[in-house]
């Protein structure tokens, strides 16, 4: 048996108490003798013994009920079979603070709940154990061990946090952290409601140097509605123009939804409203059309009514009304269809048009253009394989037209730095386009309906690609004779688009044809790089800007519309653009700008995530299942809900206590020591 507070045991000096007036409280009589007292000698001396009796019995009672209140304060316990080893603890106690631990009991909110748990389990610990308190946030203060006063000020200070972590993440780092203690017994207990998608452990966790302790934490049944993800409809979002906006829904409740209500409001106005009805634990996709009124950046606002659980009912979106596509046309010097791409794109203000001629070609267009357009070059110079070759790997796209006369040796070399096939010599037989790729996507939405009669360019001339396989390359378009007509095919994170012809009306009628302007106002569309309309807060975010920072010296801000939210994100320049990393520093869901000095420089939202949404929990069944598949020996569970909070802490700490047993022993003895003074007669 050890004793968990062994200063107490001071406290058995008191057993000198009643010794001492045991000892001193005998009385002294003096002899009167009396004739004819032979009775009274024998009555006398059988009421001494019982009289010495009563008080020896008395006196155990008293110092066995000083003994045993002595032993209730000093706590002691028989060690269990997993407390082996001797010495104070590392403990390191993790609190889910997640949305979800916004949920409700009958004890009060879960993370109230937790609250109290830790509590009750440092009140167990001694004043020598060392303490960790981690959260989802993962923040500085939790890399180091608390007294218990610092660990239950720091308890009453956690809130509720859109951080979220997957339970193996937070098992490693306590256990990283508890490796750097000296302390040879260590202890990790996890706080949660167990969410299906974040209880996930992992072979890694376990280590037979620390006992895991799991403490589940269970809410009433909730009902849950939320806007799951939002995108368009449409690659390019332009003023004046009619856009749809695709929504989706979840309905995470056992019961239907019928007749759910959702707004859009675009800078503070609402412009569209639809219904919709999802039948329990399924999903729906909304769709809400809007016309865009505003040049430049446009923030979007989606709402929905749902209670209890509100923090998913809204959801931020921004986007950019003025997209522009930099398009450079290259001319070869004998091209004659010059003219027909400029007249394609320069009015148009969906473009920003250069054009060159093969003899002046200005490099420097080429970092700041999407896509490249090279119409019948007859040669190749080593400089300029070089640069298309950079320009599309770092994210350029580029359609080439084959010259009818071409210096074939050169043009194998560009085609070989671009990983292309070879050209064999043009073909001159007649050939009619026979079909059109449909899958791929760049025809996706320039046909009301797809005829089979539909009439397709009319080819005169063309290359045949030798070595073409299917591995590599697309075939967008085939010709009757079984060539291709059109390759796609992607290098580095660019686009390439090779033509079997040229574009001249010699070769082919595709100049003129109807196809010729979907097809490249299709490949100019799709060379504009996706830009995330919403990001996730609490995660280390990569927002890219297409922006050349000339002020090294300034640094870039992510302000908040509100102001109460203001950080200096790290930075980098990589392929002419500069990429910012939040570093889990933005936390709450709304409407930012990234700025510099007085500078304005882009308009982003950031959301929740949703993964918090989902109220589905693992049982205790469950755990323990993954736990026994996993071989996490020395993983527990502990269900405070079945068992009381006293049986807990004897699990938690692996010991058999016994200070309730020495209070019940303290008033046994007392009792027995008032009985035996009414009851034992003289």
Same mark, same amino acid.
């Given at each position: ?39 009274? $000698? ?362 009818? $006369? ?11 730095? @671009? ?36 009439? @397709? ?57 109807? @196809? ?167």
């Amino acid at each position: 048996m050890n004793f968990l507070f062994p200063t107490f045991l001071i406290g058995l000096i008191a057993i000198s108490i009643p010794i001492i007036i045991h000892l001193f409280n005998f009385r002294r009589y003096k002899k009167v003798y009396f004739t004819n007292v032979r009775f009274l $000698k024998e009555l006398k001396q059988e009421s001494d013994h019982k009289s010495k009796l009563k008080e020896l019995l008395i006196l155990i009672c008293r110092i066995l009920a000083i003994t045993f209140l002595v032993f209730a304060f000093a706590q002691p316990y028989i060690p269990g079979k997993k407390s082996h080893n001797k010495g104070n603890k590392a403990v390191s106690i993790y609190i889910d603070n997640s949305f979800s631990m916004e949920s409700i009991n009958s004890k009060g909110t879960l993370l109230e709940n937790a609250k109290q748990y830790a509590n009750d389990i440092i009140l167990s610990l001694s004043n020598d154990d060392k303490i960790q308190l981690i959260t989802n946030d993962f923040e500085g203060k939790h890399q180091r061990f608390l007294s218990k006063e610092e660990f239950i000020e720091q308890l009453q200070n956690i809130k509720i946090s859109s951080a979220t972590k997957p339970l193996s993440a937070v098992i490693k780092r306590q256990s990283d952290f508890l490796q750097n203690s000296s302390l040879k017994q260590k202890r990790i207990f996890i706080l949660s409601d167990f969410q299906k998608k974040q209880a996930v452990f992992s072979k890694e966790n376990q280590d037979t140097s620390m006992q895991v302790s799991l403490i589940p934490i269970t809410a009433n049944e909730m009902n849950n509605v939320y806007i799951d993800s939002v995108w368009f409809e449409s690659p390019v979002q332009q003023s004046g123009t009619q856009q749809t906006l695709h929504v989706l829904i979840v309905n995470n409740s056992a019961k239907d939804i019928e007749n759910g209500n959702i707004k859009l409001h675009i800078n503070d106005a609402q412009v569209s409203l639809a219904s919709y009805n999802i039948s329990a634990g399924n999903k729906k996709e909304v769709n809400l059309s809007f016309t865009i009124k505003n040049n430049g950046i446009n923030n979007g606002e989606l709402i929905i009514e749902d209670y209890p659980i509100t923090y998913d009912d809204h959801f931020y979106f921004s986007f950019n009304a003025q997209s522009i596509i930099h398009t450079l046309v290259v001319n070869g010097k004998d091209s004659q269809t010059t003219q027909n791409f400029r007249a394609l794109m320069q009015q148009d203000s969906l473009f920003k048009y250069y054009e060159n001629s093969e003899n002046a070609i200005d490099y420097s267009l080429f970092k700041s253009c999407n896509l490249i357009i090279l119409n019948e070059l007859s040669t190749f110079s080593s400089g300029l394989i070089s640069e298309i070759q950079k320009f599309v790997t770092t994210g350029g796209s580029l359609i080439i037209f084959p010259a009818q $006369k071409i210096n074939l040796e050169e043009f194998q070399l560009a085609l070989k730095s @671009l990983q292309l096939p070879k050209l064999a010599p043009l073909d001159t037989n007649r050939v009619k386009t026979q079909s059109i790729n449909f899958e791929q996507g760049l025809f996706e939405g320039v046909f009301d309906k797809i005829d089979v009669n539909m009439d @397709l360019p009319r080819i005169n001339a063309h290359y045949t690609f030798l070595n073409h396989t299917k591995n590599t390359t697309q075939n967008l378009m085939m010709l009757q004779n079984g060539d291709p007509l059109l390759l796609y095919q992607t290098l580095g994170s660019g686009k390439l688009y090779l033509f079997a012809i040229p574009s001249n009306t010699e070769s082919s009628n595709f100049i003129k044809h109807a @196809l010729f302007v979907p097809s490249i106002l299709k490949m100019a569309i799709m060379s504009l790089k996706p830009t995330p309309i919403y990001y996730i807060t609490a995660t280390n975010t990569n927002i890219e800007l297409n922006y050349e920072n000339k002020n090294p010296e300034q640094p870039l801000h992510i302000v908040s519309n509100d102001k109460k939210i203001d950080i200096i994100p790290e930075h980098r320049v990589s392929n002419n653009a500069t990429i910012l990393y939040t570093q889990n520093q933005i936390n709450q869901a709304g409407f930012y700008t990234i700025s510099q000095h007085t500078n304005s420089i882009k308009n982003i939202a950031f959301n929740f995530n949703r993964i918090e949404s989902d109220m589905q929990f693992e049982t205790n069944e469950q755990l323990q299942k993954q736990i026994d598949e996993l071989g996490l020996n020395t993983f527990q569970i502990i269900s405070p809900g079945e068992k009381s909070l006293t049986k807990v802490l004897q699990e938690i700490n692996d010991d058999t206590k016994l200070w309730k047993l020495c209070l019940i022993l303290t008033l046994v003895f007392l009792l027995a020591e008032i009985l035996i003074i009414r009851l034992f007669k003289n």
